[in-house]
């Protein structure tokens, strides 16, 4: 799936192939928990992060382009195994890659975190990919230092300035899903850095989480955003590659990882549109 994504933008004459820097947190990997200073460091990294994407006002599926403008390709690809949410690739030579879980059964919102996440593995444990990719598979130290990366990188404190109304009161139901629509984020998330921000007490964090819990959004999430269309810079590559007639059908249907048949009919399609435009 790798192989065939590089390939695509290879076949379109693009050099770009990025690996982030990498930064080496003083944490030991046996802490049960992140201490304040590493959580002071990962913020001031997220900002220094954010600034080098070009995030700025960018929210949602938008963060995608995003990565994708620097370098570093994101894909998207429907995985029998619901429990398994991503996985980051790194290579000298081809880059830095993540591929992340389309499940439809997975909210839309734990993909865009997800993204995050893989991307603050890649920044914080570069040492621990072996065979080219890792995947997490346990709840350590490190998976707890990308969730938080994740978090503050989706809900930076500046972002939160909008809602100070809403933020000085006690926060109800109804407050909590209009901010994390706003922001097109989890509500488990927002929860979160709300709560390293101060902005809730754990007290207050904890019952939300029970409250959570109770109504059934330990995997689902409240008032989800809608399925977005994915893998839309690759498949706008081999567009552009069979209309200039540099591939045929059955490359089209073996970089897009599809049938022949499908293959055909996207060809269809964007010859029509074509002839439409």
């Known amino acids: 799936m790798i192989n065939r994504v590089y390939e695509i933008y290879e076949l379109a004459g693009e050099k770009i192939s990025y690996l982030p820097q990498q930064y080496n947190l003083k944490i030991d990997s046996k802490e049960k928990q992140i201490p304040k200073e590493i959580k002071l460091q990962i913020e001031q990294i997220v900002l220094e992060e954010r600034e080098w994407l070009n995030i700025g006002e960018s929210r949602g599926e938008e963060i995608t382009e995003c990565f994708e403008n620097k370098g570093i390709r994101i894909i998207f690809e429907k995985f029998d195994m619901p429990d398994m949410f991503g996985v980051s690739a790194l290579h000298d030579q081809k880059g830095c890659f993540i591929v992340i879980n389309d499940d439809e059964n997975i909210p839309e919102e734990r993909k865009i975190f997800s993204i995050v996440h893989e991307y603050a593995h890649i920044l914080f444990d570069r040492n621990q990919y072996r065979q080219v990719i890792l995947q997490s598979t346990r709840r350590n130290i490190y998976e707890k230092i990308a969730d938080k990366f994740a978090g503050y990188f989706l809900i930076p404190r500046k972002s939160l300035a909008k809602y100070s109304v809403l933020l000085k009161s006690q926060l109800s139901w109804n407050d909590l899903i209009y901010i994390k ?75 897009l990882g599809v049938s022949v048949e499908e293959a055909r009919e996207s060809a269809k399609k964007w010859m029509m549109d074509e002839r439409e435009g």
């Open 181 to 255: 629509k706003d922001l097109r984020v989890s509500l488990k998330a927002l929860l979160h850095v709300l709560n390293d921000y101060e902005y809730i007490s754990d007290k207050e964090y904890q019952k939300w989480l029970k409250y959570l819990n109770m109504k059934g959004y330990t995997k689902k999430e409240p008032d989800p955003m809608p399925y977005f269309k994915k893998n839309t810079a690759h498949e706008k590559i081999v567009r552009m590659l069979f209309m200039k007639e540099q591939i045929g059908i059955n490359k089209v249907a073996e970089l």
